[in-house]
């Protein structure tokens, strides 16, 4: 059998238990809440002002609270329970419902809109750190890695059935009600959520909570732990140059190659095609790897990819590139994240936090300033980010190979919570 096979059949195997399949629900229903809101309020924005100034400024309002709230440990552990995520989820719904009920478009509907894109921002801004922390705690410790790859699976979905969903979506309700088919994802997540607190505190499932005596400040965790540190720099990076593709791929193929939308999205979808793919793979991958070396070669890889879309002359050449690219993005996520959920709850939390809150930081300052390069000159805007990322990613892959990591072990004693007892 192939290995895509045997890690489908592993991806079913975790989803006949009832928790692995609740939570997956929840966060399929969340995910594809996420990219439905992404999609819905840069379109109603432009739709209503015709700027994309003005849209850049709602993206940039939805990343603060993922950049400010990364500081505080203690306000992310208050949430690191499923009971207290679902109380999280069903605010989202209410505050999604919120916009199309408040949104005009004059200066005092846009007000409205960007103080709840705001609210949203916070809510996932504690959302998405502290799932990632409690999903390993419902399995066993050699299967991190494969439900580390089955969530990973579930955000390539949403990514394709997002924009799918939108387009279908518009052909019967006008654009402002997306957000209420957004906070109908979130209140069912929310009920999956909650029934998943109830079954788990009654049916003696893993430790779901993070346990305040793990708590940990980032700075003396990252010191303890270079190379994750090393990794995580090496995460904001890719996520720096993500921009270059993000807003330059439509200005390179219409400059290079003559292509219009049709040649946009066949790109898009062969990098949505090899994301799949990459994650059958990342899911076969021993443990015994060393997870620093994979990780750092993915990104190097995928730098390569970015700088060959600047310098290539067929659209065919463009199709391989982008699903190379797209196969090695699962490879890097799910390498960093199964060896984060390794850490004790506590410090899993705050490393997933830092993490976050770098390439947030990161993507936005991308999303910033990398826009100018684009328009100046798109194919060495390629370049020079892949010859960028390539380089921060070997670099990284060399300091780590000299650094020592203290072991990966809970703390002796350290009382686990029963998954969803805390309130």
Not at 50 to 63: I, Q, R, T, Y
Not at 153 to 179: D, K
């Amino acid at each position: 059998m192939s290995s895509g096979g045997l890690c489908a059949m592993g991806y079913m195997r975790l989803l006949r238990r009832r928790p692995v399949r609740t939570l997956w629900l929840s966060m399929a229903l969340s995910v594809l809440g996420d990219r439905l809101y992404a999609l819905a309020v840069m379109w109603v924005v432009y739709e209503a002002t015709g700027s994309a100034s003005l849209m850049g400024l709602v993206a940039v309002v939805e990343s603060l609270p993922y950049i400010v709230l990364g500081g505080s440990a203690a306000l992310m552990e208050r949430f690191a329970s499923w009971r207290r995520l679902a109380r999280v989820d069903a605010a989202r719904a209410v505050v999604a419902m919120a916009v199309p009920l408040a949104w005009s478009p004059d200066p005092g509907g846009f007000a409205v809109l960007l103080v709840l894109v705001l609210l949203l921002g916070t809510l996932g801004a504690v959302f998405d750190p502290n799932l990632g922390a409690l999903a390993p705690e419902l399995v066993e410790p050699d299967e991190v890695r494969q439900v580390s790859a089955l969530f990973d699976l579930t955000s390539r979905v949403a990514a394709v059935a997002g924009p799918g969903s939108v387009g279908a979506l518009l052909l019967v309700v006008p654009e402002i009600q997306l957000f209420a088919v957004d906070a109908v994802t979130f209140a069912v997540s929310a009920v999956a959520l909650n029934r998943l607190s109830r079954s788990a505190a009654g049916g003696g499932q893993h430790s779901a909570g993070t346990g305040r005596q793990e708590s940990a400040r980032a700075w003396p965790v990252i010191r303890a732990h270079p190379r994750v540190g090393v990794a995580i720099g090496v995460h904001a990076a890719g996520l720096f140059v993500a921009a270059v593709s993000a807003v330059g791929l439509p200005a390179l193929l219409a400059s290079r190659l003559g292509q219009g939308a049709a040649g946009y999205g066949v790109a898009l979808a062969a990098t949505a095609t090899g994301a799949l793919a990459g994650n059958l793979l990342i899911g076969n991958i021993p443990d015994h790897w060393p997870w620093l070396g994979t990780y750092c070669a993915a990104w190097s890889a995928v730098g390569t990819a970015l700088a060959g879309l600047g310098l290539v002359g067929s659209l065919p050449a463009v199709i391989a590139l982008c699903t190379a690219s797209g196969l090695l993005i699962p490879v890097s996520a799910v390498t960093l994240r199964t060896h984060l959920s390794r850490f004790p709850g506590g410090v899993r939390l705050r490393l997933l936090t830092v993490d976050q809150t770098a390439i947030r930081a990161a993507g936005t300052a991308g999303m910033l300033l990398l826009p100018l390069a684009v328009d100046a000159a798109p194919a060495k805007a390629f370049v020079g980010a892949g010859v960028l990322l390539s380089s921060v990613a070997l670099a990284g892959w060399w300091a780590g190979s000299r650094m020592v990591d203290r072991p990966v072990t809970a703390k002796p004693g350290a009382a686990r919570t029963p998954a969803g007892t805390e309130t």
